[in-house]
């Protein structure tokens, strides 16, 4: 299994963090467990954390307007979401609900930690256009055919 530090410089996200500011983002990642069937996230919700695969594998979803379910994605070991979240001025609500789709291991990493672990004057404290590298609405609308169509 990838340590923490590997899975988060796998994300692409923690380039522009100095040698102390990773360490500090890295002290602060909660692990979070889910059984199969557990929610992760839930659609509306605010987004407040990225979120990490360690292990097993999760399922993004939403409903459509006559209640069906719609499976977006799923997501295995260093697949991410929440990435939005962890900009100083960004107010996003989740886009789609994720649960396990088996045992699931989670790495969060809340905005408050994140902002709290940067420098004062670092550039992602004011700056949401450079953190944000590839959010699950580009990753979905690159790979299905619905979101291809809309």
């Avoid at 522009?16 to 360490?23: G, I, K, M, N, V």
């Avoid at 839930?42 to 990490?52: F, I, K, Q, S, T």
């Avoid at 959010?135 to 790979?143: D, E, H, I, V």
Wanted: with cysteine.
């Amino acid at each position: 299994m990838k340590s923490i530090e590997e899975l988060l410089r796998a994300t692409d996200h923690f380039t522009r963090l100095s040698p102390t500011e990773f360490a500090a983002v890295c002290q602060t990642v909660e692990r979070l467990t889910l059984s199969p069937g557990g929610i992760a996230a839930r659609e509306g919700d605010p987004e407040d954390a990225l979120m990490v695969v360690e292990s097993g594998t999760a399922q993004v979803f939403t409903f459509s307007r006559d209640g069906a379910e719609i499976v977006l994605a799923k997501l295995g070991p260093g697949a991410y979401f929440g990435e939005q979240a962890l900009t100083a001025e960004r107010t996003e609500r989740r886009s789609a609900y994720v649960r396990a789709f088996s045992s699931l291991s989670l790495l969060r990493l809340s905005k408050a930690a994140f902002q709290s672990a940067l420098a004062p004057d670092h550039p992602l404290k004011r700056s949401p256009e450079t953190f944000v590298a590839q959010p699950l609405s580009k990753l979905f609308s690159s790979q299905s055919g619905l979101f291809q169509s809309i």
